[in-house]
């Protein structure tokens, strides 16, 4: 049994997925949301995929940060034109797989399904662009992200999953100060989230 939600602006588009998909025995439809605010509160511990609709476009940020903060979720675009660079953009932004907008309701179940194994089903093409994106993509683990001495403790300290206030105490700081260097950090590592700054430096932890 898959458990997942559904995240659309179009209501009409939202409600009849949920109910063809409620109507199968092999899934679970735990919630029905119109953006990211309404998806975080509805997401639980037992959400195994979320449907997101790309067709309007997407919050990349949002979406990346769910991906980093919900490493076992597996993320599903719906609509997506089936052309390399959004594939590429899509695969980067930490969807685990995508359904195009002629795909059937049969079709988007079974790549459900192959997500949730761990599989990709995609042309040769849509492969090798993949991997050249990925290519692309990758950091260069020599390259020091420049950070001043107290945004790398602060870093540091994002990595265990402090708290503001138990930075606060640990550094001798003032929250609204240790605020401050949190904010400063997310900005120069270019990410929103606590949670993407908390991956980056655990991947990565001699570039801090």
Same mark, same amino acid.
């Given at each position: 049994?898959?458990? /997942?939600?559904?995240?659309? +602006?179009?209501?009409?588009?939202? *409600?009849?997925?949920?109910?063809?998909?409620?109507?199968?025995?092999?899934?679970?439809?735990?919630? &029905?949301?119109?953006?990211?605010?309404?998806?975080?509160?509805?997401?639980?511990?037992?959400?195994? /995929?979320? &449907? /997101?609709?790309?067709?309007?476009?997407?919050? $990349?940020?949002?979406?990346?940060?769910?991906?980093?903060?919900? +490493?076992?979720?597996?993320? /599903?675009?719906?609509?997506?034109?089936?052309?390399?660079?959004?594939?590429?953009?899509?695969?980067?932004?930490?969807?685990?797989?995508?359904?195009?907008?002629?795909?059937?309701?049969?079709?988007?179940?079974?790549?459900?399904?192959?997500?949730?194994?761990?599989?990709?089903?995609?042309?040769?093409?849509? $492969?090798?662009?993949?991997?050249?994106?990925?290519?692309?993509?990758? +950091?260069?683990?020599?390259?020091?992200?420049?950070?001043?001495?107290?945004?790398? *403790?602060?870093?540091?300290?994002?990595?265990?999953? &402090?708290?503001?206030?138990?930075?606060?105490?640990?550094?001798?700081?003032?929250?609204?100060?240790?605020?401050?260097?949190?904010?400063?950090?997310?900005?120069?590592?270019?990410?929103?989230?606590?949670?993407? $700054?908390?991956?980056?430096?655990?991947? $990565? +932890?001699?570039?801090?």
């Amino acid at each position: 049994m898959m458990n /997942i939600a559904i995240l659309t +602006p179009v209501r009409v588009l939202g *409600q009849g997925l949920a109910v063809c998909l409620a109507a199968r025995d092999d899934v679970r439809v735990e919630a &029905l949301a119109d953006d990211f605010a309404g998806l975080q509160q509805a997401l639980t511990d037992a959400t195994d /995929i979320v &449907l /997101i609709d790309v067709t309007q476009g997407y919050p $990349a940020d949002e979406v990346r940060g769910l991906a980093a903060e919900r +490493p076992r979720l597996k993320l /599903i675009a719906l609509g997506l034109r089936e052309q390399q660079e959004d594939v590429v953009r899509c695969g980067r932004s930490g969807f685990s797989d995508y359904v195009t907008r002629e795909a059937s309701v049969e079709a988007l179940v079974e790549r459900m399904h192959h997500a949730l194994s761990g599989r990709l089903a995609c042309s040769a093409e849509m $492969a090798s662009a993949l991997m050249r994106g990925l290519f692309r993509a990758e +950091p260069d683990d020599t390259q020091q992200v420049e950070l001043t001495r107290r945004q790398s *403790q602060v870093a540091r300290l994002l990595e265990r999953g &402090l708290s503001n206030k138990e930075m606060a105490r640990e550094l001798d700081l003032s929250v609204g100060t240790v605020k401050h260097h949190v904010h400063g950090v997310l900005d120069r590592l270019g990410v929103s989230r606590r949670g993407q $700054a908390m991956r980056m430096v655990r991947n $990565a +932890p001699w570039r801090f």
